[in-house]
């Protein structure tokens, strides 16, 4: 990695927005932050730029990073992660984006660089704006809607329920372990190790349904 890596969390601004599908990825860069605050060794700073973003600068896994938000809506993402790139030197190759993933059921996180955009308005804007698709994403799984209301915009727009507040968690909690990894010991073993990922609430539905089943 030749420059400062660049970790953004895609989300919607404002405390409407706060507790929903589509805020995935705000709520890492949240944890990352709450980290931050109690770790004195990242040197937490946040930085006053203009712009529609907040910005932050840290130590992560042995690594100089930037933490961003786009306070531009979803589908503006690309404008901030443009603008950052540009100002700091960032190269595509050295972004990680953080996202919510239809296609991936909650509790399932994988990371993949470059690749299709699967519809998600925020990752064709930043392909759009760093005029390639050849950046890092951190894949959240939140499952599709069931085919009783198949309308995803409102689906992913959608609070999480209550009784996933457990599992969103610890899927926070393991891809703050996974960009870890990923900075301080490469791609291939924050794969191994948020490919693998399973819940602990998952396993304790495993247990639970398995005692309904030898009752």
């Known amino acids: 990695m030749d420059s400062d890596t660049l970790?953004?969390?895609?989300?919607?601004?404002?405390?409407?927005?706060?507790?929903?599908?589509?805020?995935?990825?705000?709520?890492?860069?949240?944890?990352?932050?709450?980290?931050?605050?109690?770790?004195?060794?990242?040197?937490?700073?946040?930085?006053?730029?203009s712009g529609d973003y907040e910005l932050w600068k840290a130590a992560y896994g042995g690594k100089p990073c930037f933490f961003c938000k786009p306070m531009t809506y979803m589908n503006l993402s690309g404008k901030a992660v443009g603008r950052i790139c540009g100002r700091h030197g960032i190269s595509a190759e050295n972004v990680v984006v953080m996202h919510d993933e239809l296609d991936l059921p909650l509790g399932r996180i994988k990371l993949k660089k470059g690749g299709g955009n699967n519809g998600h308005n925020g990752l064709?804007?930043?392909?759009?704006?760093?005029?390639?698709?050849?950046?890092?994403?951190?894949?959240?799984?939140?499952?599709?809607?069931?085919?009783?209301?198949?309308?995803?915009?409102?689906?992913?727009?959608d609070d999480f329920p209550q009784e996933s507040a457990e599992t969103v968690d610890e899927t926070v909690k393991a891809t703050l372990?996974?960009?870890?990894?990923?900075?301080?010991?490469?791609?291939?073993?924050?794969?191994?190790?948020?490919?693998?990922?399973?819940?602990?609430s998952e396993s304790d539905n495993e247990v639970m349904d398995s005692g309904r089943q030898m009752g």
């Open 177 to 200: 372990k996974g960009l870890d990894l990923y900075l301080r010991r490469g791609h291939g073993m924050a794969q191994q190790f948020l490919h693998r990922f399973r819940p602990d």
């Open 7 to 49: 970790i953004v969390g895609l989300g919607n601004p404002g405390p409407k927005y706060e507790h929903t599908r589509h805020n995935f990825g705000f709520m890492v860069v949240d944890a990352l932050l709450a980290l931050g605050e109690t770790r004195k060794s990242m040197r937490l700073k946040k930085l006053d730029e």
């Open 124 to 157: 064709e804007d930043i392909q759009q704006r760093l005029n390639t698709p050849d950046f890092w994403r951190i894949r959240l799984g939140i499952g599709r809607p069931p085919s009783e209301r198949p309308d995803v915009s409102g689906w992913v727009l």
